[in-house]
């Protein structure tokens, strides 16, 4: 069964949360710009503060959509050094990818945040949330990104996911909760009636309306 929207999917998400429960001194991080419609529903239903967290993707030159690594919203970079090696990139490519995407990162965050500090999330449970997961590569830099802040839970919780993301996350957050996690993945999209791309002018609305 597919979610009609990321709102109906945060809405079935906070349910499965509020279930779960030990969630009271929380702080929920979106992951923009998809996460973000999904996150609100789940801050509302939990009553809980919600913030985004800007992860960027780095990837190839020649192939922006294929990722060699991710960069968490602290800005250091996570490269997947096995897949460097393999494509045989010069450390002048990764440089200047990673370069250009530590600039969005900081622009996206300037977007979305404007003169707002960012929540604290030291020694707190971190409910970091996105539209779903199909690697799974982004949501791991940013648990580790949160890792290095010193977050105290580190959860990741999303509407649908694949296995396989599930698996890899389980060793990297304290927990990992999917709404859904269908053997026959094929895309996160695939999961949705209505999977069009969220605006930054949607997602700067719904920050402020939190």
């Not at 939990?46 to 922006?64: F, M, N, W």
């Not at 895309?187 to 402020?208: H, I, N, R």
Request: aromatic share 4%.
């Amino acid at each position: 069964m597919k979610f009609r929207d990321r709102a109906q999917a945060g809405r079935q998400l906070a349910a499965l949360l509020q279930r779960r429960g030990g969630f009271a001194d929380a702080v929920v991080l979106a992951l923009p710009r998809g996460g973000v419609p999904v996150a609100f529903e789940v801050a509302r239903a939990l009553r809980l503060p919600l913030d985004v967290l800007v992860v960027r993707k780095l990837g190839l030159p020649e192939q922006p959509e294929y990722a060699f690594g991710a960069l968490a919203g602290d800005g250091v970079p996570e490269i997947d050094a096995h897949l460097v090696r393999t494509l045989d990139l010069r450390p002048s490519e990764i440089d200047a990818v990673v370069r250009a995407e530590l600039a969005e990162l900081a622009r996206r965050t300037q977007v979305y945040r404007g003169d707002r500090p960012a929540c604290e999330v030291q020694g707190r449970t971190v409910l970091v949330i996105d539209d779903g997961l199909a690697t799974g590569a982004t949501m791991r830099a940013a648990v580790r990104g949160l890792r290095r802040q010193s977050a105290g839970s580190v959860i990741a919780a999303v509407p649908v996911a694949s296995p396989e993301a599930c698996e890899a996350l389980q060793r990297e957050a304290d927990d990992v909760l999917c709404v859904r996690c269908p053997t026959v993945f094929r895309a996160v999209g695939a999961w949705y009636e209505d999977f069009s791309q969220t605006t930054d002018e949607e997602v700067c609305a719904l920050l402020a309306q939190a």
